[in-house]
């Protein structure tokens, strides 16, 4: 199994493993370490591995997805040079973009609902992309910010809208990237038993659940999701949509409806869990604490999926999930207590782990 091991880095800190450059941002996204989560590993007898998504240059999994889908829209000849894109995004993939844009010449235009942190507004609009927060409403409603993104490019004859949500080039990313790398850094068919992550798009589960699939002799693919999310429902239910229940302290993950990139793979899926915010806070402070990850919310709900996964195939299997970004993003929730406190999730910290909450 090729799994960088931490303790063993004797060399200077580098991406990717081989030595050499790359040619500017874009060919600096992906190529990320799969990092073996030691205490968690030990306690459930699996190897639990997580993919350092949070490595990426414009620091989150999205980057992949938002390379993929200005590359095919290059490739289709629906973006020429010094043309705009424009995307409705909860932060991630306005930000990838927002990077990309600048690294090949375009100019960013993002909607995005008004209940995202500030922190990622902010990024955006420091990254030279023209931002739109608006209130957040269900996506039947012409308001929501993915059809405002819509109509924002159909006015624009120089513009693409880049439809994260249900361009299959999203999902082909991580097919033709995300994919393969894990399967190599495992080392190959039949090191791998099962791969689980939370969805937001879609495109990370489906492209390397397909991936692995085609690839990974009887691995297991399962979904992540947190409350106020319906796809664990569709799983468990085969096939029926149901309706929304709660509400969750993650962002960019949750989806209300099976998306294109989601669709070719949601009935192939082998299983599902719905996690509560209050295991997904603990491990956040755990993988802190125990790891030294300092990792957002939808990765921490990854992981305790890992291990919930884990528990289900039973010791000495291997299972791979993705760390999506960073808590840089989010340290003003997720370490403040008064955010805390108004989400309910204070107690969920266990206290010898409090410490850590050191914003007011
Ligand atoms: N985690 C975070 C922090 C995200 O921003 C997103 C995308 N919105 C995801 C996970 C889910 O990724 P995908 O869109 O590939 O399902």
Redesign the pocket.
Same mark, same amino acid.
């Given at each position: 199994m090729f799994v960088r091991s931490l303790p063993a880095l004797k060399t200077p800190l580098r991406r990717g493993f081989t030595s050499g450059t790359v040619s500017g941002l874009v060919e600096a996204i992906g190529n990320t370490p799969l990092i073996k989560l030691e205490k968690l590993s030990k306690e459930t007898g699996c190897t639990i591995l997580g993919k350092a998504e949070f490595q990426n240059p414009g620091g989150?999994?999205?980057d992949r997805?938002a390379l993929g889908i200005i590359l095919d829209a290059e490739k289709r000849g629906l973006l020429k040079p010094g043309g705009t894109v424009v995307e409705g +995004?909860?932060? !991630? +993939?306005g930000i990838g973009l927002a990077h990309v844009c600048r690294a090949r010449g375009y100019k960013c235009v993002i909607y995005m609902p008004n209940t995202q942190s500030q922190e990622k507004i902010d990024l955006l609009r420091m990254l030279g992309a023209e931002v739109y927060p608006v209130p957040a409403v269900a996506y039947e409603n012409p308001q929501n910010y993915n059809h405002q993104a819509k109509r924002h490019a159909e006015n624009d004859p120089n513009s693409v809208w880049t439809d994260?949500f249900d361009n299959t080039a !999203?999902a082909d990313t991580?097919y033709r990237t995300t994919g393969p790398e894990i399967l190599s850094q495992v080392g190959g068919s039949g090191n791998i038993d099962g791969f689980i992550c939370?969805? &937001? +798009?879609?495109? +990370?589960?489906s492209g390397v659940s397909r991936y692995l699939k085609e690839n990974a002799k009887g691995v297991q693919t399962w979904l992540a999701d947190p409350p106020g999310s319906v796809l664990d429902s569709y799983i468990r239910s085969g096939g029926k949509l149901k309706h929304r229940a709660g509400s969750s302290i993650t962002? &960019?993950?949750g989806q209300g409806r099976v998306t294109n990139n989601m669709a070719p793979i949601i009935d192939q899926m082998d299983g599902s869990f719905s996690i509560p915010d209050e295991e997904t806070v603990e491990m956040l402070y755990r993988l802190l604490d125990e790891e030294g990850l300092y990792l &957002?919310a *939808? *990765?921490s709900l990854n992981v305790v999926a890992a291990v919930e996964l884990a528990k289900v195939l039973g010791k000495g299997k291997t299972i791979v999930t993705?760390l999506?970004?960073g808590a840089y993003r989010y340290q003003t929730r997720l370490f403040s207590r008064t955010w805390l406190q108004s989400k309910n999730m204070e107690s969920a910290i266990p206290d010898h782990l409090q410490k850590y909450v050191v914003l007011p």
């Open positions: 989150s999994v999205k997805a +995004t909860a932060g !991630n +993939t994260q !999203n991580h939370a969805t &937001g +798009t879609g495109g +990370t589960l962002e &960019g993950i &957002g *939808s *990765s993705i999506c970004d």
